[in-house]
Nanobody
Framework: QLQLVESGGGLVQPGGSLRLSCAAS????????IGWFRQAPGKERERVSC????????NYADSVKGRFTISRDNAKKMVYLQMNSLKPEDTAVYYC????????????????WGQGTQVTVSS
């Protein structure tokens, strides 16, 4: 039973900031890579960021580099996505997902996609 719950979305003005949270339920996070993804209406799901099991390695989509920061707290069973300098094109439903071992958040994740959290960037 691998369940993740996203939260922290909302409405923000361009240039603003938002922090998303991803909480694990029923298991510990330390054995998994965690990825943040987003999907806007009519568009494919996009890999936004990925963090390794310990948090020592991270990577980002080119579209968010320098603006977004992924982090994790395995003891708290939480993963975060700090989003700064938000742009209207960041508007999407954001999801977190699990990946086993040495998998930098590509392909099909473990478990199923959750409900996500809506981020809307608009003036």
């Amino acid at each position: 039973q691998l369940q993740l719950v996203e939260s922290g979305g909302g409405l923000v003005q361009p240039g603003g900031s938002l922090r998303l949270s991803c909480a694990a339920s029923g298991f510990t996070l330390d054995g998994y890579f965690i990825g943040w993804f987003r999907q806007a209406p009519g568009k494919e799901r996009e890999r936004v960021s990925c963090i390794s099991t310990s948090g020592s390695s991270t990577n980002y989509a080119d579209s968010v580099k320098g603006r977004f920061t992924i982090s994790r707290d395995n003891a708290k069973k939480m993963v975060y996505l700090q989003m700064n300098s938000l742009k209207p094109e960041d508007t999407a439903v954001y999801y977190c997902a699990l990946f086993r071992g040495y998998n930098p958040c590509f392909g099909v994740p473990l478990g199923s996609w959750g409900q996500g959290t809506q981020v809307t960037v608009s003036s």
